[in-house]
């Protein structure tokens, strides 16, 4: 008779992600304070438009300058308990994990990406009904490039953050990026193989 596996997480559907995998701070992907700091915030939405309040989002970038070794410091640990600590609060580490809240959002400060050609955040979506993560890309401006160039206009537009001007008192840039899991502005996903 053949021994019977317990599923895993990616054969699991959720919701999960939200309950062990965050860590302290994860949305502080800059330093406290850092006078250029940035802001990415948006919603998750499923297939009908509903904001999910259980996903999980990645995210990876370039530093400032472009280098993409980022710095150890996210997932500190508490010597006496194991338990995470979160970041140092000092160095950059170009990585960040945000849970969206009860009513599907999330906020990332970071520091601007310094990508050659257009500056982007990756982002990877875990989230309830996917039996995959999906890839993304979150672009805080348009222009040339690539990936977007191979894009029709309304599937481009699906991959760029808004700016957002008009916020009063900011402190930092501000840039809005929703994700859309399919139906009608479906974000565009990318397979890499």
């Known amino acids: ?26 949305d ?7 006078p250029d700091a940035i802001s990415l915030h948006g919603y998750v939405f499923d297939g009908a438009g509903t904001p999910i309040p259980d996903a999980l989002l990645d995210f990876w970038q370039a530093a400032p300058d ?10 500190r640990r508490d010597p006496s308990t194991g338990g995470f600590l979160g ?3 000092v160095d950059f580490t170009g990585y960040g994990r945000v849970p969206t809240d009860a009513d599907g959002r999330y906020a990332l400060h970071t520091l601007p990406p310094g990508n050659a050609g257009l500056p982007y955040i990756s982002v990877c979506v875990f989230a309830r009904g996917l ?15 690539p990936l977007l160039d191979s894009l029709p206009a309304d599937r481009r537009a699906t991959l760029i953050a808004t700016e957002d001007t008009n916020r009063a008192n900011r402190t930092n840039r ?17 397979e890499f193989q």
Do not use: C, K, W
């Open 28 to 34: 502080r992907v800059a330093p406290q304070g850092h």
């Open 174 to 190: 501000t840039y809005r990026f929703d994700i859309r899991l399919q139906g009608e502005g479906e974000t565009v996903f990318l």
């Open 1 to 26: 008779m053949a021994e019977r596996l317990l599923p895993t997480p990616s054969h699991t559907i959720g919701p999960f992600y939200g309950h062990a995998l965050p860590f302290p701070d994860g």
């Open 66 to 75: 472009g280098s993409l070794t980022g710095a150890p410091g996210s997932m």
């Open 131 to 145: 039996t995959h993560h999906l890839f993304t890309r979150a672009y805080l401006a348009d222009g040339a490039d």
């Open 87 to 89: 970041r140092n609060g």
